[in-house]
């Protein structure tokens, strides 16, 4: 197949690529390099997900506000799907800085949407997160929650994108699939993202902040198995639909702390902190749907993945 993939060089997106490129698809990829953490960090990526195409991933950087970006990205086509990944990540800076997020998850998903309609493809495969779960959600969190009640503007920018790419469907009939990614880790994490920062800290023999009293806990979610995920809907259209992909188990914050300090064979440090704006205290995915339509089957274990990115981070990681 011959893919867009939007947000190539970020944390997700260039596994992704890389893994559709070693199967034996074409890749073209996008990304604006958004300032947010250093540009040789999103280039290093992009320089892995080349040497495995084999001449068959082409790149452009640009914004997807921008016309002649999407024009530039149509010129290199037909697709046959749309993997649209790129966005402005993060609960915390989406409270200082709304309307920034409105722009880049929201108005950049209408205009690619808009693109893809009239010109093709109509399958369309929408990263969304846990966060559209809000606060008030029963664990473990199923599909079928209202999730009318988002505590952050990043929350309410994946949801609004859920929203519009139901509209799309219904509309014009696209094959859309919403796919709510529960704290993805791994190797290319963002530096600002919670192993990755608290990963740096302990190499430096700093405290780690931990916010509220270390029970909050998270459905964490290898790299692996999100690619895995995110290519089980590739290959499987289904119309309109929402799947959860979590890691199938929860664990507590000060756990993985702990986990992680091991792991990187530092002494581990805590510095207590209120709870903070826009977190919610609990991640829970229910998987039923995702196993039974995309075949997904999370298999990497807290203590794996937290090894493995331990190794990455000793090695490529910003210390």
């Known amino acids: 197949m011959r893919i867009l993939v939007t947000g190539a060089a970020g944390f997700i997106g260039s596994h992704t690529a890389e893994a559709l490129l070693r199967r034996g698809d074409t890749v073209v990829g996008v990304d604006n390099f958004d300032p947010f953490y250093d540009r040789a960090l999103k280039q290093r990526n992009l320089d892995d997900v080349g040497t495995a195409g084999g001449g068959r991933f082409a790149f452009v950087e640009g914004d997807l506000c921008d016309a002649a970006v999407l024009d530039q990205l149509w010129q290199r086509g037909p697709f046959d799907v749309v993997v649209h990944l790129a966005a402005k990540a993060g609960v915390r800076p989406s409270i200082d800085d709304p309307a920034a997020y409105v722009r880049a998850n929201l108005e950049a998903t ?34 079928d929650a209202r999730c009318d009640r988002p505590v952050s503007p990043y929350a309410a920018t994946k949801r609004a994108g859920e929203l519009l790419a139901h ?18 880790y791994g190797p290319r994490q963002r530096p600002e993202m919670a192993f990755h920062k608290f990963a740096t800290l302990l190499w430096r023999g700093l405290a780690v902040p931990q916010f509220g009293d270390g029970s909050s806990s998270r459905d964490y979610t290898y790299i692996d198995d999100i690619v895995a995920g995110v290519l089980g809907a590739v290959d499987r259209p289904q119309g309109f639909a929402v799947f959860n992909l ?16 091991a792991a990187l064979q530092r002494p581990l440090r805590i510095e207590r902190k209120p709870d903070a704006p826009g977190d919610v205290p609990r991640t829970c995915a229910d998987l039923t749907l995702a196993r039974e339509s995309l075949g997904y089957s999370p298999h990497t274990t807290i203590e794996e993945g937290i090894g493995r990115f331990a190794a990455w981070f000793a090695d490529k990681g910003v210390h």
């Open 246 to 261: 979590g890691g199938d188990r929860e664990i507590r914050l000060d756990e993985v702390v702990a986990l992680l300090a």
């Open 110 to 143: 209408a205009l690619l949407l808009e693109r893809c309609r009239r010109d093709g493809p109509r399958r369309v495969v929408f990263a969304s997160s846990s966060s559209v779960y809000g606060a008030d959600s029963a664990a473990p969190f199923g599909e």
């Open 167 to 184: 509209t799309y469907a219904h509309l014009h009939g696209f094959d859309l699939t919403c796919l709510r990614f529960f704290t993805v």
